[in-house]
Nanobody
Framework: VQLQASGGGLVQTGDSLRLSCAASEGTLPSVDMGWFRQAPGKEREFVAAITWSGGTTDYTPSVKGRFIISRDNAAKTVALQMTSLKPEDTAVYYC??????????????????WGQGTEVTVSS
């Protein structure tokens, strides 16, 4: 699976942004997907994940109620709709795929395939 993330940019506090992750090859529909982010000087952290069917999602507490992860298996894409953005959301956002099952979906090292990252900057 090769992943390509896009949609990042510079926005203001309170704005919305939609990130997209496309699979250029491989079978995206059969894997669980996640979004992680890495702020300057910090470790990469879990943001959101979705099962292969799209029936189950999970979010880190700081984005619950503001971010929504979704997928379109026919189009081989996964999206992260971000609303009410805050300066602390500033980071490089990465999409990733895991074939190891849902139990470890929030663990960075459980993911086998990674996109190149897309940068999100939220100004105050």
């Amino acid at each position: 699976v090769q992943l390509q993330a896009s949609g990042g940019g510079l926005v203001q506090t309170g704005d919305s942004l939609r990130l997209s992750c496309a699979a250029s090859e491989g079978t995206l529909p059969s894997v669980d997907m996640g979004w992680f982010r890495q702020a300057p000087g910090k470790e990469r952290e879990f943001v959101a994940a979705i099962t292969w069917s799209g029936g189950t999602t999970d979010y880190t507490p700081s984005v619950k109620g503001r971010f929504i992860i979704s997928r379109d298996n026919a189009a081989k894409t996964v999206a992260l709709q971000m609303t009410s953005l805050k300066p602390e959301d500033t980071a490089v956002y990465y999409c990733a795929a895991t074939i190891r099952g849902w139990l470890t979906h929030s663990i960075l090292t459980s993911y086998d395939y990674w996109g190149q990252g897309t940068e999100v900057t939220v100004s105050s």
